[in-house]
């Protein structure tokens, strides 16, 4: 039912979000004509959304503007699957509010009672459960940080000295720095490179952008407004994230050009050693309570290794470690992948390169997104700085539509036989981008057959498509090879059929040792355990976080915490960091030195991943892809959904570890 008003709360509990220029909000000036025409642009859910809550206005989620979404289909619909006549309607209320919002001084209206919030919130989400609320209050952040902690070390255990190293100013590095600081605790932030970044300081290869939503991969507690793409570029995001780190005062924390190379845990102290060394070889020693790994998954680069490849006379890096050095024009350059990096490499070098060779083992499936590479409208863009946390609703929603939303495409059914799919609902997804795939290769019958995926989608990373894929391997001076790679010669590379590719640069697009966890440090826990061996490869964690044996070890981005098809990194990273500040909370307040999680807890935890994983495309197709290790186990993926992980980071199940040692 639709409230005639919003109510008011007298007082939040946390942290007020903070403000400044991730909410830029400038003052409504236009005329009539332009607030009309500026909402052609708009996305109109969130706008919605966002005019009544700046104009306290509850008439403007009426039944009949509710987008319909989800469930959606490979394609997510454009406002959230509205009929025409539904996104006509919501232009002209929308268009009405903006004209009454500027009549009444652009002011905001006075902060809802978070009943209101949920009033719409339930507009945008067709009436999620409850269970939802405080998941979609934590990524809305209105009117407070909800991801920031309740309590501050000088509360719970001013007289206790307590310090945590992190390793890594990458996004899950800054995350868990924000909220040690939000908390109070003492900590630094070793980083191996010479600024804040990671991934997105490393990458600078040609065409490097997100294939995520950008609006939904941005901090819940460092929302921006004016993102200028829907899939920025490498620069913006590194900017961005450069810009985090000055605004929330991490910086200062954080040591540059400086590796941590081991850990090891003291049993008679209850402390970690850290071993660092800078670039130029000097070392350091420091002594903490806590670690928290934050060091990635998705950067040590797998180079593979082919015969001769020492041999070849030209130029050859990795797309990680792009060499700016190299002029690429008029030259034959060789690209080995077909994943997300050579995916926007490979257009992006198209128009500079004499002869592009591109050497595929195995199709990418594709996602259609014709606006992949264009720019925020300008309608939007002005209304993205001119309307109260429209910024945020477009967050929320764009998190929203990604959610749950292509999980039930990517369910492995055990009874399913048929080939090149996994259940009746993947077939399907497999249907409509065979579809999207045949439009494109009209009169390709050749290109078709290469380009046409043997797996289940879903298997492997799915990649964003606006066409130019298949435009540039249409062209006469790129050759799709599939044969396979046999050797390198001084000259180029040879394949199986015997044919010798020349070329004057390989590039190796060619993925990472994802499941290298942590990897090259050595980590030494309880009785001296290395973590490795103990490992043997095979990653496993509590809740993906903590191991037993190791106290006070978290690790961010951790085994079974990435999600690959409904959501981002920088989600699953916030809820670890969050869970992680937590745990220590709760070691703060019981004036404990070491909390370990049970051996017992952690194999229930992986047994009920492992089984989850087993009911997903990628758990059960017979294809490589970097969601599992060498043991065929999925130890990179979280198979459920993006609620669950929330729920299970929000309060650590004490009856899941132990707490040693007293802070005397
Ligand atoms: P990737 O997805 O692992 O792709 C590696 C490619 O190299 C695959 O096509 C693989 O073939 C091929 N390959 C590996 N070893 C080979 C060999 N010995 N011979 C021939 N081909 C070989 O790596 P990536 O493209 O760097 O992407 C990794 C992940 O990083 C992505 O899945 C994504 O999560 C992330 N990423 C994100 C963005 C973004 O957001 N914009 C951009 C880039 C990367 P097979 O398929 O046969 O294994």
Not at 251 to 270: A, I, M, Y
Request: aromatic content about 10%; overall charge negative.
């Amino acid at each position: 039912m639709t409230p005639t008003t919003f109510t008011t709360d007298e007082a939040h509990p946390r942290e007020v979000a903070r403000p400044g220029h991730y909410d830029a909000c400038l003052p409504i000036v236009e005329d009539d004509d332009f607030l009309e025409q500026a909402v052609q642009s708009a996305e109109l859910p969130a706008l919605l959304a966002a005019l009544a809550l700046a104009n306290a206005d509850p008439s403007l989620l009426a039944d009949e503007l509710r987008p319909p979404l989800p469930p959606m289909d490979s394609v997510i619909a454009p406002q959230g699957g509205m009929s025409t006549e539904a996104q006509k309607s919501a232009r002209r209320v929308a268009a009405n509010a903006l004209k009454a919002f500027r009549d009444r001084g652009s002011v905001p209206a006075a902060q809802p009672s978070e009943e209101s919030l949920a009033h719409i919130m339930r507009f945008l989400t067709k009436d999620a459960s409850d269970d939802y609320l405080p998941l979609l209050r934590h990524e809305l952040g209105i009117p407070n940080d909800y991801g920031a902690p309740a309590w501050k070390k000088s509360e719970v255990a001013p007289d206790i000295d307590f310090s945590v190293a992190i390793i890594g100013a990458g996004i899950s590095g800054m995350a868990a720095a924000h909220r040690l600081q939000q908390a109070g605790i003492e900590y630094v932030v070793f980083e191996k490179n010479t600024e804040v970044g990671g991934t997105w300081w490393e990458n600078v290869y040609p065409g490097c952008r997100l294939d995520t939503p950008n609006f939904a991969y941005s901090y819940s507690f460092a929302q921006k407004a004016d993102w200028p793409q829907q899939f920025s570029t490498r620069d913006e995001i590194e900017t961005y994230l450069q810009d985090v780190a000055t605004t929330f005062d991490l910086r200062p924390n954080v040591e540059f050009g400086t590796e941590v190379t081991s850990l090891s845990f003291d049993d008679d102290s209850g402390t970690w050693t850290v071993t660092t060394e800078t670039a130029d070889g000097i070392r350091g020693i420091r002594r903490v309570n806590a670690v928290i790994t934050a060091v990635g998954q998705l950067n040590r680069p797998n180079i593979p290794q082919i015969p001769g490849l020492d041999s070849f006379a030209g130029r050859c890096f990795h797309s990680s470690q792009w060499d700016t050095s190299v002029d690429l024009s008029g030259l034959r350059v060789a690209v080995v992948g077909t994943g997300a990096s050579a995916y926007q490499i490979v257009p992006s070098i198209a128009g500079t390169v004499q002869h592009l060779s591109v050497f595929q083992r195995n199709a990418p499936w594709m996602l259609p997104t014709p606006g992949y590479l264009a720019d925020i409208p300008a309608g939007m863009a002005w209304l993205l700085r001119h309307v109260p946390h429209y910024g945020r609703w477009y967050r929320f929603w764009q998190f929203w539509i990604a959610a749950e939303g292509r999980l039930p495409f990517v369910e492995a059914d055990p009874d399913w036989t048929e080939e090149g799919s996994t259940s009746a609902n993947n077939a399907e997804l497999r249907r409509q981008l065979l579809t999207h795939l045949s439009r494109q290769l009209e009169g390709h019958p050749d290109l078709l057959e290469k380009m046409t995926p043997k797996y289940p989608p879903g298997a492997k990373r799915m990649l964003r498509d606006n066409g130019m894929w298949a435009t540039t391997l249409m062209q006469s001076h790129v050759d799709l090879v599939t044969d396979g790679i046999e050797a390198v010669t001084p000259a180029g590379i040879r394949t199986v059929d015997g044919v010798l590719h020349e070329v004057d640069v390989i590039v190796f697009a060619t993925g990472f040792r994802a499941s290298d966890y942590l990897e090259p440090i050595t980590i030494t826990g309880r009785g001296g355990k290395d973590l490795h061996e103990s490992w043997g490869g095979d990653a496993r964690a509590y809740m993906g976080i903590t191991v037993p044996s190791f106290p006070n070890l978290f690790m961010l981005m951790g085994p079974n915490t990435g999600v690959v098809v409904n959501g981002s990194a920088l989600y699953m990273a916030e809820c670890a960091a969050e869970y992680t500040v937590e745990c220590l909370g709760e070691l703060l307040r019981a004036r404990k030195q070491n909390i370990e999680p049970h051996a017992e807890a952690m194999d229930e935890f992986c047994d009920r991943v492992d089984a989850g994983n087993r009911l997903r495309t990628w758990g059960v197709a017979d294809v490589h892809t970097w969601y599992r290790n060498r043991f065929g186990r999925a130890t990179q993926v979280w198979p459920f959904s993006l609620l669950e992980f929330y729920q299970l980071t929000r309060t650590p199940d004490l009856s899941a570890f132990d707490l040693t040692g007293d802070f005397r």
